[in-house]
């Protein structure tokens, strides 16, 4: 069955270091997307990306913040210098129609020390 | 079954048992929800969805109600499994473009007792 896979599955990066958390979408899926889940809280939504450009983002995603899809099957999240509060768990997701369910990889555990 | 923070509501059932999981959106004029299920250490994993035109539907095991009137879905699980044990988030879809934002509930725990 086809899934998203998350690379790494953990990640621990010293306080305002850059990050790139890696993200292989399902293959013939068009949006992607990532979340976050700080621990014990709800899953909150950062970015939609659809025909190489972004659709929709929250106020969390801020100029920190950056995703590419550099190739054909990698989907990348960077955080440019990384604080405190950016410890979380970041999910990556993707579907194959805006609207139709979304599939999430098990995603990176991102520790800011 | 909302919350915030730590302190998740929890449903206990007995193995075999019917389970009942609420949510209450936020968004009357969201046209998408779904149901997750979150395993510790896991991804959010599709369970079951439901369009606004619809008020209810059948998968396996699973029903999704829809009450649009007083903003409210709720999700029910026949035979409740061991397996069934984790966190349950509602989400709707919230999004102004293409794609979907999913803003989600504050999840429900759901333990299923042997």
């Known amino acids: 069955e086809p899934e998203v896979t998350q690379t790494p599955s953990h990640q621990v990066t010293q306080m305002g270091q850059e990050v790139i958390l890696r993200c292989v979408p399902i293959?013939?899926?068009?949006?992607f997307y990532w979340y976050r889940q700080i621990l014990g809280q709800k899953v909150e939504f950062l970015v939609s990306?659809?025909?190489?450009?972004?659709?929709?983002k929250s106020e969390i995603f801020d100029d920190q913040f950056s995703v590419e899809r550099p190739d054909g099957s990698n989907f990348t999240l960077k955080i440019r210098s990384t604080k405190l509060e950016d410890s979380a768990m970041y999910f990556c997701a993707s579907s194959d129609l805006g609207g139709t369910e979304a599939f999430f990889g098990q995603g990176t555990r991102l520790t800011v020390v | 079954g909302e919350s915030v923070g730590l302190h998740l509501p929890t449903l206990s059932v007995q193995e075999g048992d019917n389970s009942i999981i609420n949510c209450a959106y936020s968004n009357s004029a969201s046209d998408y929800f779904i149901w997750y299920k979150q395993e510790s250490g896991k991804g959010p994993q599709f369970i079951i969805d439901i369009r606004s035109n619809m008020d209810k539907r059948q998968g396996q095991r699973v029903t999704v109600l829809l009450n649009k009137t007083v903003k409210h879905l709720s999700l029910q699980i026949a035979a409740t499994q061991p397996g069934d044990s984790a966190v349950y988030f509602c989400?709707?879809?919230?999004?102004?473009?293409?794609?979907?934002?999913?803003?989600f509930g504050g999840g429900t725990r759901v333990l299923v007792k042997p």
């Open positions: 989400a709707e879809n919230t999004g102004q473009a293409a794609g979907n934002k999913l803003t």
């Open positions: 293959s013939n899926h068009l949006y």
């Open positions: 990306f659809y025909n190489n450009e972004i659709s929709e």
